[in-house]
């Protein structure tokens, strides 16, 4: 029943390790959306897609490479993460191409911390 | 100034007062406004959407103003679950994105 769903809830990991966090809805939306809360509580967008094409790339280092194989998933991965990483990950989707205009779901985000 | 401010508060209010908060907006063409909540560890939820007129939803009143550039929300009756930090979300006129204010920490006291 789980509208949007992320996997890991919890990721400890090294500096210097790739990680990739994995991102599903099952509400038949067209656009979802990774963003990062940081320890400051501020919700930044970091990428958005619509039917898997992408429509937003906010300035986030490269490192960041998001991957959606269809617009059910999307699915983040971190190259040679760094301790500035540390944050929670939310994925989230909405109807509409922009989300501008109707609701965001969210999924239960992603607790990345890293040593 | 930031895009979206809020006071961050903690705002401890007693069960069953009424509380307000706002949020000031900096982009005068902003289209669309939202008030999403926030549990502790948990992700952003819908509260609702903020109208021109104005909005009611049961305990939870929004207003919009467009000359001041700010939105608000006013909770009446609180209950200890109204605990939670209340995000202000702006849509800006020509950008894809929505912009989040920080939010403002709610405890509601027995």
């Known amino acids: 029943d789980t509208a949007v769903s992320q996997t890991p809830k919890y990721l400890v990991t090294q500096m210097g390790n790739d990680k990739s966090i994995k991102c599903e809805q099952n509400l038949g939306h067209d656009t979802m959306y990774w963003y990062k809360q940081d320890s400051k509580k501020f919700l930044k967008i970091m990428f958005s897609?619509?039917?898997?094409?992408?429509?937003i790339n906010e300035t986030v280092p490269n490192r960041f490479s998001p991957k959606s194989p269809d617009k059910a998933h999307l699915n983040l991965h971190i190259n040679s993460l760094e301790l500035g990483d540390s944050a929670v990950y939310f994925c989230a989707s909405s109807q509409s191409r922009t989300g501008l205009t109707d609701t965001q779901y969210f999924g239960p985000g992603t607790r990345l911390t890293v040593l | 100034r930031k895009e979206v401010e809020q006071d961050p508060g903690p705002f401890n209010v007693p069960e069953g007062a009424t509380v307000a908060f706002n949020c000031t907006y900096s982009n005068s063409a902003s289209q669309s406004f939202f008030w999403y909540r926030q549990d502790c560890r948990k992700e952003p939820k819908l509260l609702m959407s903020?109208?021109?007129?104005?909005n009611e939803d049961g305990r939870f009143t929004a207003q919009l103003n467009r000359a001041s550039q700010y939105i608000s929300l006013l909770i009446r009756d609180s209950k200890l679950s109204d605990s939670a930090t209340y995000l202000c979300v702006v849509a800006p006129d020509s950008n894809y994105q929505l912009i989040w204010g920080a939010g403002t920490k709610l405890i509601i006291k027995p």
């Open positions: 903020v109208y021109s007129s104005g």
């Open positions: 897609y619509n039917n898997k094409e992408l429509i």
